[in-house]
C-alpha cells in the first residue's frame, strides 16, 4: 500500500493526477486542496487500482466553516467509499480536536462511527449535466467585472473582491437578467479546477421571484460552460427543494452527495441513520 502526502516534496502531483481521473467525483477535495494548498494537507493511499483521500483542512480559512461550526478546529474531507483504504487514513485523523467530517459515501460514515462520534449536521447535493437545456433565456453573459451586481452576490457570502479578482483573470463570468439596467436575477459561474466549473450565487431579488428568473440564469450558465467543453457543477443543500427542483427542471442529474458530521471528542457516539439524502 502507497501513502502519499501533500506536504512531501513530489507527492502533490501523484495526488492530484489521481483525483484529476475523475474531477466531479473528486470536486470536493480538489477545490480546496488547490484553494488552500498551505492550510490543507492531502492523505492518499493506493493500492491494487484503488485510491482513497482524506484531505485535512484548517476550520478558519474557510468564512462558510467559521460561521457554520465556530467550535471545529479541523474539517477533514473524505473520498473513499472502500472500507479498508478509510480504516487506513483514519489511523492519521487526530482524536482530541472538534472535527467536521465531510462524507460522500454511507460506507465511510460507517467506518467512521466507530472511532468517531458522529452527529449529522447537513447535506449538500452536486448536481451536473452534459447536454445543455433546451429553454429560452433572456439572461445576459457578463465577463467584465465593472457593472456586476455585486450586492447580490454579497447576499449568497460571495466577496466583491473575490468575484473582481476571478472574473478579471477570466476564471469566472456572470448571468445576469436585467430589467430597465437593473438586476434582478444573477448567478456566478467560477472555476474549480481546469475543465470543471461550478455554479454558485444564485440569487433573485425577492420582489422578482416566482417568475423563473433563477431558471433563465442558470440556462445561460450551463450553455456558457458547455459550449467552451466543460463540467457544469450545480451545488445546493438538501433542504433547499426550490433549488433542487430547479435543477431537475433544467435536466441535471444528480452526481454527488456531501453530507457534513460534527464529531466532538468524549460525546457518546449517538446512533446515526442515513438520511434520505445521503442514499
Not at 16 to 37: G, H, I, Q, T
Amino acid at each position: 500500500m502507497r501513502w502519499l502526502r501533500s506536504d512531501r516534496h513530489g507527492d502533490l502531483p501523484l495526488i492530484l493526477e489521481a483525483l484529476r481521473r475523475d474531477r466531479l467525483r473528486n470536486v470536493s477535495v480538489l477545490k480546496y486542496l488547490l484553494a488552500f494548498p498551505q492550510n490543507s494537507l492531502a492523505l492518499q493511499v493506493q493500492t491494487a487500482g484503488r485510491v482513497a483521500t482524506a484531505l485535512l483542512l484548517e476550520q478558519r480559512v474557510v468564512d462558510y466553516d467559521r460561521q457554520a461550526y465556530p467550535t471545529a478546529e479541523t474539517i477533514i474531507f473524505l473520498q473513499s467509499g472502500d472500507a479498508e483504504l478509510t480504516r487506513h487514513l483514519m489511523t492519521a485523523f487526530p482524536q482530541d480536536r472538534i472535527i467536521v467530517f465531510k462524507l460522500m459515501s454511507t460506507v465511510d460514515e460507517a467506518v467512521l462511527a466507530a472511532g468517531f462520534p458522529l452527529e449529522r449536521q447537513r447535506g449538500y447535493m452536486t448536481y451536473t449535466t452534459s447536454k445543455a437545456p433546451d429553454l429560452p433565456s433572456s439572461a445576459r453573459l457578463e465577463t467584465a467585472a465593472d457593472g456586476l451586481p455585486f450586492d447580490l452576490f454579497a447576499a449568497q457570502g460571495h466577496a466583491a473582491g473575490w468575484v473582481r479578482c476571478m472574473v478579471e483573470t477570466g476564471r469566472a463570468f456572470a448571468s445576469v437578467y436585467r430589467a430597465a439596467d437593473a438586476p434582478l436575477a444573477t448567478c456566478l459561474a467560477f472555476e474549480l479546477d481546469e475543465g470543471l466549473w461550478e455554479i454558485g450565487a444564485l440569487y433573485t431579488v425577492p420582489d422578482a421571484r416566482g417568475r423563473g428568473l433563477g431558471r433563465q440564469v442558470v440556462t445561460t450558465a450551463l450553455r456558457t460552460i458547455l459550449e467552451a467543453g466543460h463540467i457544469p457543477r450545480y451545488h445546493v443543500e438538501d433542504s433547499n427543494m426550490a433549488s433542487m427542483t430547479l435543477a431537475q427542471g433544467l435536466g441535471l442529474s444528480r452526481a454527488q452527495v456531501l453530507t457534513h458530521f460534527l464529531s466532538v471528542p468524549g460525546r457518546a457516539h449517538p446512533v446515526t441513520t442515513a438520511s434520505p439524502a445521503s442514499l
